[in-house]
């Protein structure tokens, strides 16, 4: 309970977004909005709102400044979506878009709402820095693109650790070969340098870690 004068906590939200089909007609994707009450049950926040896209590729958020962001693409090529979700109701307000930088299927955002990774070529990732006032992309990360290997070949899949400090990447360089790879990220201007690579036999579609970082 807040004191007198002190604001409330925000108000937790889950979000969920997914695709109408409706015959002949382009299909529509949308988002819903639930509040999170204290015994984990979802409370829908209002009307279901639509995107101006033709496909949502990944959905992340910034809790500290209470960003999301839709990867996306639509007639007029990939893009990055940024919306405000209001403290009190859940709603989403636009606040604008970044385009022109490839697309958005496979993202890291840095804990810090600061930086954004993204693949973006053939064993390198390369690193975004965020104005934290707009959500909006500013441009590439000093030293941007990060590369480790000469080998070839995709980026899978990213993810940040929860103290900013690192960075995974799974890497696919043959078929059925891929590399879990390791960067320490410098959390005052968010370059990340390659530590160390770990070979396993089959593909990593998906990465997690604790919240101590260690397993």
């Known amino acids: 309970s807040p004191a007198a004068g002190e604001a409330p906590p925000a108000r937790p939200f889950l979000l969920a977004t997914g695709e109408?089909?409706?015959g002949a007609a382009?299909?529509?994707?949308?988002?819903d909005g639930y509040a999170i009450e204290s015994d984990g049950r979802l409370v829908p926040t209002g009307p279901r709102q639509f995107l101006p896209v033709d496909s949502v590729q990944s959905v992340f958020?910034?809790?500290q400044r209470r960003f999301v962001y839709f990867g996306s693409s639509s007639s007029s090529?990939?893009?990055l979506l940024t919306y405000e979700i209001a403290t009190g109701s859940g709603a989403l307000k636009p606040l604008g878009r970044s385009t022109g930088l490839g697309g958005w299927s496979r993202v890291a955002l840095h804990p810090s709402g600061r930086f954004l990774y993204k693949p973006t070529g053939s064993f390198e990732v390369t690193g975004y820095e965020i104005d934290t006032?707009?959500?909006l992309v500013v441009g590439p990360l000093p030293g941007s693109p990060?590369?480790?290997s000469a080998r070839g070949g995709n980026v899978v899949t990213l993810q940040a650790a929860p103290s900013g400090r690192f960075l995974?990447?799974?890497?696919l360089w043959v078929y059925k070969s891929q590399s879990l790879v390791s960067f320490r990220v410098d959390p005052s201007s968010g370059t990340a340098t390659f530590s160390g690579d770990q070979d396993v036999l089959e593909p990593a579609d998906n990465l997690a870690?604790?919240?101590?970082?260690?397993?």
Do not use: I, L
């Not at 995974?168 to 890497?171: F, G, K, L, Q, R």
């Open 146 to 148: 990060f590369r480790w």
């Open 26 to 31: 382009p299909s529509q994707w949308w988002v």
């Open 168 to 171: 995974w990447a799974t890497a």
């Open 20 to 22: 109408t089909f409706s």
């Open 77 to 79: 090529g990939a893009q």
């Open 133 to 135: 006032k707009t959500g």
């Open 61 to 63: 958020s910034d809790t």
């Open 209 to 215: 870690v604790d919240a101590h970082e260690r397993f």
